[in-house]
């Protein structure tokens, strides 16, 4: 049966290639000879549908198309030519580049979207289906009738049902024309709100169904638009979720505020760079960024629980020192690496899995790797909650925080505690900075762009909830990225922070404070 | 009434050690432009550069003090002194802009350069009265003074404290440094102001100009810091001192907290804004920069430096952390910020009372 189905389906394609190969014949001498009969004759190769129509009208574009004396179509190639009827190489000598008016070059653009339509690749096709769509000419009726018979892909048999409607929408027939109105209300797209528009001023009997077609198409547009703004602010939401994170246990948890964790972030991102580098020309390279992960964990954690038995240790219930003491902590880091590797941007590359732009159903983009760092934070947010829930160290860590001295008469050690808790948020701003190597430049001052938004985000959703530094995050992001279009990326941010401020007012333990005793340590 | 105010005779000479210790200090800088006028060959000659920089960084230690009385007295660490001075500093320089007249590049006579090239046809409205100094010196005090007002009343109400004040007050900062990017805001975006004339009808590159500001530098500090004086050692003060030591007990003594602290945080802040706007005249140049949070974390570490909690170890570190700065600066540049990092943490650390605590030999933080 599979055999039979397609044996019919050879025959069909000798017989339609053996009916245009006639055409393609025929149409050749006409290109050359006027500029009445050249247009003629493209428009004939378009609608033959022959592969080899294709090289020819591209010849043509390209202005290599030549003709000779008596008459013969010749593509040149280099220094010398082909026949372009019998494929056979043919001398150049005294041929001469056929021309092209306006009128040529428009029966061109639609004769090479025809034939694109046939075309055996599919990013080809899908080319020229858009192509066909914006010209919205009655006369590619037939051919994507014809195209729409052979398409299999199905993204391609959407856009060429799109540009049938378009296409319809300028021909003769009134009920295809309600039909088309209809299809392309339900496309959403801008260039169909052009065409329906085109279409409403031409004919004034079509106002009716083309105005419910336009307010389809602009809900659905405002839809998008809306949709894609929450991406992106989910997108930026993740980037702050990972940088406030380390916060939300060093500050939220333990209460010590470390204003090097930007430097950490920064720090976190070079690792990723020194991976990357260790990792050229071995078999590795591809993995180099799933490989800084730990590694960059490993050596932030290491750098933070140093920093907190040989200094921050010593300056517990005194904020305002610990504040000023860890700055000056991040200057001498910033200025380390800024020594250590200069201060240019150093350029991290993403993994070919995650270069490129995502089209996410509803036609909305994005591109990967921002995708990539949602599903990073979100994972990493998971991790921190089980680790804090499920583990020993969470545990003792949890004990430690509510009532110091009797976690330590339970024989939990303290000091190693808070040793580990600080390890582990400075490790988790070592992640923070794998994710921002791959959207941000790697330099020296990487982090102080972050460590105020992180403060925002972990004072905004409640100091001491891990939660609220989700919500924190995710709520920061979205409303950065909904006032950009309205007030710019800069005072997008001055409103956020004025908002801040004022939402202290109200609540000014956080969206999610803690309660009872704990709220007043 | 603590024991050690009783004097003893050892604590009393070494007050008046101090005393005279102190108005030394305060004669020679006066005695500085005027060693300025020597003829340079003369032993005792003081060279142009260091009035021009003994007038800026009198303005820093004005800038110290008002930090000091804030975070040394009340426990209100400000990370965002820094805005207040460069606030001051832009109401200086928009009267220096006025000042410019023709003689910018475009000629305009009302419209500094910047806005005729940003296409403005008419000063903005909050541009107008800047022609005039006193307005102008009014402006940077009451602008400082009204963002402190409207900071410090939404913080303190909701009892801010701590080092989430502290954070509050860097974001605002930041917030300030991103807005006065911007260049429709009409303070000349990126560039700020520069290329300044003249002041009070004296060309600012002469030495005249220079001693002028110089001593009304001077003056500033004096006169701010005998108003600090008065305040730390009245009544207000000691409430000060009790609120930064102790908060909830003072709000339950019957003390309106809020309201004392708003007050120190409001006269500081008019205090930095009244220092930028003598800074500007001095170094002639105000851009955004001066609201990055570094600045202002700096200022902070003059006064950890010095001392906090004393005026005068607010004016020594302002002086001594500048010093450094200066020196190491020309002499290795890479070690500067290597060396502030340091003293960050080694202040914090081993010298919770700053240098003045050396001086004193005090032993508890």
Known sequence: MKRFLLSCFLALLLMTSGRAQDGFVTALPGLGASFGETASAVEKLGASGDPRGLSVLKALQDGTLLRTGDGRILLGQGNGAVDAATGAAAPADGAEPVRLNNRVRSALRSALGQLQLLSPDATERAAAADAVFRSASAENIRLIDTALARETVPAIKE???LALAAAQLAGPEAEAKRQAITTLGHAGSTEAREILLKAKAADAAL???????????????????????????????????????????????????????????????????????ALRGTPFAPWALPLAIPAAFLITAAIGALLERGFIRHLYGRPLETLLMTFGVGMVLQQAIRLGFGAQN????????????????????????????????ILVFL??????????????????????????????????????????????????????????????????????????????????????????????????????????????????????????????????????????? | MTPAETPTPERGTARLAFRLLLMAAILSLAMLPVLNQLPVDSALHVSDFIVSIGGKWITYAVLALAIDLAWGYAGILSLGHGAFFALGGYAMGMHLMRLIGTRGVYGHPVLPDFMVFLGYKELPWYWLGFEYLPYAMLMAMV????????????????????????????????????????????FGGNNGFTDFKELLGMPLQTANARAVLYYASLALL?????????????KLGRVLVAIRDAESRVRFLGYDVTQHKLFVFVLSAMIAGLAGALYVPQVGIINPGEFSPGNSIEAVIWVAVGGRGSLIGAILGAFS?????????????????????????????????????????????
């Open chain 1, 346 to 377: 150093r350029e991290v590359i993403s993994p070919p899995w995650m270069q490129g732009t995502l089209l996410l159903p509803g036609g909305i983009a994005m591109t990967q790797n921002r995708l990539w760092i949602i599903l990073f934070g």
């Open chain 1, 207 to 277: 106002a009716a169904p083309i105005d419910v077609a336009l307010t389809e198409i602009d809900r659905s547009l405002a839809y998008r638009r809306a949709a894609e703004t929450f991406v992106q602010g989910l997108s930026l939401g993740s980037v702050l979720l990972l940088a406030a994170l380390g916060l939300a246990i060093t500050f939220g948890v333990m209460g010590v505020i470390n204003m090097a964790h930007g430097e950490f972030v920064m720090l976190g991102a070079y690792a990723t760079f020194l991976v990357q580098e």
């Open chain 2, 222 to 234: 004096l006169v701010s810091l005998l108003l600090c004086w008065r305040i730390t050692a009245s």
């Open chain 2, 143 to 186: 602008v400082p003074g009204l963002l402190a007002l409207i900071i410090g009343f939404l913080a303190f109400r909701s009892r801010i404290t701590g080092v989430y004040l502290s954070i509050i007050t860097q974001a605002m900062t930041y917030a300030l440094m991103l807005a006065f990017f911007r260049n429709d805001m009409g």
């Open chain 1, 383 to 521: 991790l921190v909650v089980a680790a804090i829930r499920f583990t020993r160290l969470g545990l003792e860590m949890r004990a430690v925080v509510q009532n110091r001295r009797i976690a330590a008469t339970m024989g939990i050690r303290t000091g190693r505690v808070d040793a580990l808790t600080f390890a582990f948020g400075s490790g988790l701003a070592g992640l923070a900075g794998v994710a921002l190597s791959q959207i941000d430049n790697v330099s020296p001052n990487l982090g102080t762009g972050y460590i105020i938004d992180s403060f925002m985000v972990v004072v905004f959703g409640g100091v001491g909830s891990l939660f609220g530094t989700l919500v924190g995050a995710l709520t920061l992001g979205i409303i950065n990225k909904v006032l950009e279009p309205y007030a710019g990326a800069v005072l997008a941010k001055v409103f956020v922070l004025v908002a801040i401020m004022l939402f202290i007012q109200r609540r000014p333990r956080g969206l999610f404070a803690l309660k009872g005793r704990a709220a007043e340590a």
């Open chain 1, 159 to 161: 856009k060429l049902r």
């Open chain 2, 321 to 365: 952390v500048n010093a450094l700065k200066t020196w190491l600066t020309t002499v290795a540049p890479d070690l500067w910020l290597f060396a502030l990092g340091g003293l960050f943490v080694a202040v914090t650390l081993f010298l919770p009372r700053g240098l003045i605590g050396l001086f004193r030999g005090e032993k508890r933080a």
